[in-house]
C-alpha cells in the first residue's frame, strides 16, 4: 500500500519521482598568491562538501549553515596524501549529510573523474 505523501501543501497518494537533485560543478575559489585554485564541490541544502588541492595532499572539507541559516561553519576537514582516499571521503561524507548511497557514490565518482582531470596539473604554489 502506497504512502501518502505532502506535495506542494496538498495530500496526494502514491509515489512521487524522485525530486532531481543539482549536479555539482566546479567551482574556482582565489588563491593565495597564484590567482586560482580549482575546487570540486557538491552542495544540497545546507551542506557543501568540497574537494581541493594543496601540494601534495587533498583536502576534503564539510560545511554547513546553522539551522536559522546563520554563519557558515566547518563541520569536517581532513587531509589526504591520495586522491583515492580523498574521493571516497566526499562519497561518506555526502552518504551521511543525504542519507543517500546513490548520490554519495555519484558524488564520489564525479570527484574521481574531477580529480583525474587536476591531477595532471601542477600543485599550487605554497603561500
Excluded at 525530486?19 to 590567482?35: F, N
Excluded at 571521503?89 to 551521511?96: E, G, H, P, S, W
Amino acid at each position: 500500500m502506497p504512502a501518502d505523501v505532502l506535495v506542494s501543501s496538498s495530500w496526494r497518494s502514491g509515489d512521487v519521482p524522485p525530486v532531481a537533485t543539482p549536479r555539482p560543478h566546479l567551482t574556482l575559489l582565489p588563491g593565495p598568491a597564484s590567482g586560482q585554485i580549482p575546487v570540486y564541490r557538491w552542495r544540497q541544502g545546507r551542506f557543501t562538501v568540497t574537494l581541493s588541492r594543496d601540494d601534495a595532499s587533498w583536502i576534503v572539507r564539510v560545511t554547513s549553515s546553522g539551522r536559522l541559516f546563520g554563519p557558515t561553519v566547518v563541520i569536517y576537514e581532513e587531509r589526504h596524501a591520495d586522491e583515492r582516499y580523498a574521493c571516497w571521503d566526499v562519497m561518506a561524507r555526502v552518504i551521511r549529510a543525504t542519507q543517500d548511497e546513490d548520490e554519495g557514490v555519484r558524488a564520489g565518482r564525479d570527484a574521481a573523474a574531477w580529480v583525474t582531470t587536476i591531477a595532471e596539473r601542477p600543485a599550487p604554489p605554497h603561500a
